[in-house]
């Protein structure tokens, strides 16, 4: 563990012993027990230590304190979109987007809200051709000035993910936000899991989240683009689902839960070089319409009427039901917003 020198200066030497505490494992038995004594330390072996600690935060990178440089970049103005247009703040005109799992589902339905917002939206996925209900987004996209293109990529190649990324970016100069829809369902009691099985559950879930947030990163990094990443995670993140035997699903989804947290925590505030002021934000579902939950109910029967029952609408959700969210996430209109989880479950997790 290391301390930033920011931290260190402020709190040192005052809350030393207690900074020491928590570096315990850094020091030797004797230092740790010299610091920790009711006697005071010698002047000489603080100041050794004080070196010490700069040496070690020197060489590990700390995120820049965010009042350093507030995000005002991506504040509004004042008087910005005020009585001038519908809802400026929702506008997406000209903006670039990837957006993983893009082929059916969920990630098909965000994608096509960004675009008709006026996006230029990518949609990844491991199919090799995106379907008919793709291709009539696709149609109903250009109408509103935005497009959707597809691109075969599975999100388990980094490689592949960091060059088609980074292609996107070049040929237009700017990145503005990624969803991180693509994701794998598979149900079986915890003793049946082979470790292949939850690790691989766990390569598509959780570290293609996390490797298609960087890759994106780093192009919005170079670019300087401050924008905003919209992971998809689930109210099964949140709770186990009563009747649904899921572990390593819903583990893997409590985890983008808490990536986004520390990827917020890392990217959003703006750097003296102008990189960061990515704002980053969960969606977490409860059940929907989609293919994935298709192949559930054929699976379980009796499952959908039970799920239809849990929730307060006594319903499941369409897709379309997300892309006000999305939109939101992507947009200006939750410039303020970082780090945190939209639950929309229809009161399924309220009860
Ligand atoms: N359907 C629900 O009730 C529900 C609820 C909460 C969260 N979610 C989440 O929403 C997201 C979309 O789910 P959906 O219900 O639309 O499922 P879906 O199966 O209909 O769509 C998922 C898409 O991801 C793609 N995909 C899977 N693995 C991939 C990989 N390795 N690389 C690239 N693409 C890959 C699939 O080909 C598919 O097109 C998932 O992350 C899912 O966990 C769904």
Not at 75 to 82: D, G, I, K, S
Not at 231 to 258: D, E, F, R, T, W
Request: hydrophobic share 40%.
């Amino acid at each position: 563990m290391s301390l930033c020198p920011r931290i260190l200066s402020r709190q040192a030497p005052r809350a030393l012993s207690t900074v020491t505490k928590a570096t315990s494992r850094s020091f030797t038995s004797t230092q740790f027990r010299q610091i920790n004594s009711s006697k005071p330390v010698a002047t000489t072996s603080t100041q050794a230590l004080l070196a010490e600690f700069e040496r070690r935060s020197n060489t590990i990178p700390a995120p820049p304190e965010s009042r350093e440089h507030p995000m005002v970049g991506i504040a509004p103005a004042t008087r910005e979109n005020v009585g001038q247009k519908r809802f400026a703040d929702f506008d997406l005109r000209g903006r670039v987007f990837v957006v993983t799992g893009g082929a059916r589902g969920l990630g098909l339905s965000l994608a096509e809200a960004l675009a008709e917002t006026g996006g230029y939206v990518y949609c990844f996925d491991r199919e090799p051709g995106a379907g008919e209900a793709w291709d009539e987004a696709s149609r109903r996209a250009e109408e509103y000035g935005g497009f959707l293109q597809y691109r075969q990529q599975d999100v388990q190649d980094s490689k592949g993910l960091d060059r088609t990324i980074e292609e996107i970016a070049d040929k237009h100069q700017r990145l503005d936000g990624v969803v991180a829809a693509a994701g794998v369902q598979h149900l079986a009691p915890a003793m049946e899991w082979t470790r292949e099985e939850a690790n691989r559950m766990m390569d598509i879930n959780y570290t293609g989240v996390m490797m298609t947030a960087t890759s994106a990163a780093r192009q919005m990094f170079k670019y300087k683009c401050h924008g905003s990443m919209c992971l998809i995670a689930s109210m099964s993140g949140s709770v186990a689902n009563k009747g649904l035997l899921s572990p390593v699903y819903n583990s893997s989804k409590a985890a983008v839960v808490q990536l986004a947290r520390n990827l917020a925590m890392e990217w959003s505030p703006i750097r003296k070089d102008g990189t960061g002021g990515i704002r980053v934000n969960c969606i977490s579902p409860g059940h929907i319409l989609t293919p994935m939950v298709m192949k559930n109910f054929e699976e379980v029967p009796g499952l959908r009427e039970k799920w239809e029952s849990e929730n307060m609408m006594g319903r499941l959700a369409q897709t379309s039901e997300f892309k006000g969210a999305a939109l939101f996430l992507l947009s200006n209109a939750s410039s303020f917003m970082t780090g945190n989880n939209l639950v929309i479950d229809g009161g399924h997790t309220a009860w």
